[in-house]
């Protein structure tokens, strides 16, 4: 029903910037919830943000102050904006979106993109 393709990922230095898109297709509903996760080698995948229907956002407390989802519904597009990156913050970013999930929870997620890497060096 819902295919989503995230974008806009790459290498940067700690503390620069990058924004990333997750560009959905097929029949989006703007009552979708929209999350983004992230996933490091060997470890588990973990929230990191997520953007509901009212335009209500809500993020982990490890991005809080330093990252900003926002939906564009004209576009069909959900962002995912980098500040002040570490490098902790390396990872395959993945966006997601379900109707009326636990914003936190992977499981309560329907569909997923395929994901996009985010290196950050020292």
């Known amino acids: 029903q819902v295919q989503l393709v995230e974008s806009g990922g790459g290498s940067v230095q700690a503390g620069g910037s990058l924004r990333l898109s997750c560009a959905a297709s097929?029949?989006?509903?703007?009552?979708?919830?929209v999350g983004w996760f992230r996933q490091a080698p060997g470890k588990e995948r973990e929230f990191v943000g997520a953007?509901?229907?009212?335009?209500?956002?809500y993020y982990a407390d490890s991005v809080k102050g330093r990252f900003t989802v926002s939906r564009d519904n004209v576009k069909n597009t959900v962002y995912l904006q980098m500040n002040s990156l570490k490098p902790e913050d390396t990872a395959v970013y993945y966006c997601?979106?379900?109707?009326?999930?636990?914003?936190?929870?992977?499981?309560?997620?329907?569909?997923w993109g395929q994901g996009t890497q985010v290196t950050v060096s020292s």
């Open positions: 997601a979106a379900g109707l009326r999930p636990t914003y936190y929870l992977t499981s309560e997620y329907a569909y």
């Open positions: 953007v509901n229907w009212s335009t209500n956002t």
């Open positions: 097929g029949r989006p509903s703007r009552g979708y919830i």
